[in-house]
């Protein structure tokens, strides 16, 4: 099994940044993608960034040039916000999946990526952005 807790939220201005961090334990040394997901009230949940444990990233249209995702394998994951927008406000979820077989770590899009991809998920932390 694998635990994951994030931390970093807060509330921004609008153009502000922030980082989120997502901490893994257990069964970790084995985690072949991890993301982060975002879901503001009354819409579903949708994915930011994926990055695969060789490093490759896939971002959201909406959050290329302006977000970036990282990790510290096997353990740690970060988002880079910068240039936040009220429209990216919401509770924001680390996710992570140990096996490639479905591919989780793929083009993103408009963020339309099934949220079932992913077996382990934190509890969320919270991203207020203010105009």
């Known amino acids: 099994q694998v635990q994951l807790v994030e931390s970093g939220g807060g509330s921004v201005q609008a153009g502000g940044s922030l980082r989120l961090s997502c901490a893994a334990s257990g069964y970790t040394y084995s985690l072949y993608c991890m993301a982060w997901f975002r879901q503001a009230p009354g819409k579903e949940r949708e994915a930011v960034a994926v990055i695969r444990s060789d490093g490759t990233a896939h971002y959201a249209d909406s959050v290329t040039g302006r977000f970036t995702i990282s990790r510290d394998n096997p353990k740690n994951t970060y988002l880079q916000m910068n240039s936040l927008k009220p429209e990216d406000t919401g509770m924001y979820y680390c996710?992570?999946?140990?096996?490639?077989?479905?591919?989780?770590?793929?083009?993103?899009?408009?963020?339309?990526?099934?949220?079932?991809?992913?077996?382990?998920w934190g509890q969320g932390t919270q991203v207020t952005v203010s105009s």
């Open positions: 996710a992570a999946e140990s096996t490639s077989v479905r591919f989780p770590c793929r083009y993103i899009g408009a963020g339309n990526l099934p949220t079932n991809l992913f077996r382990y």
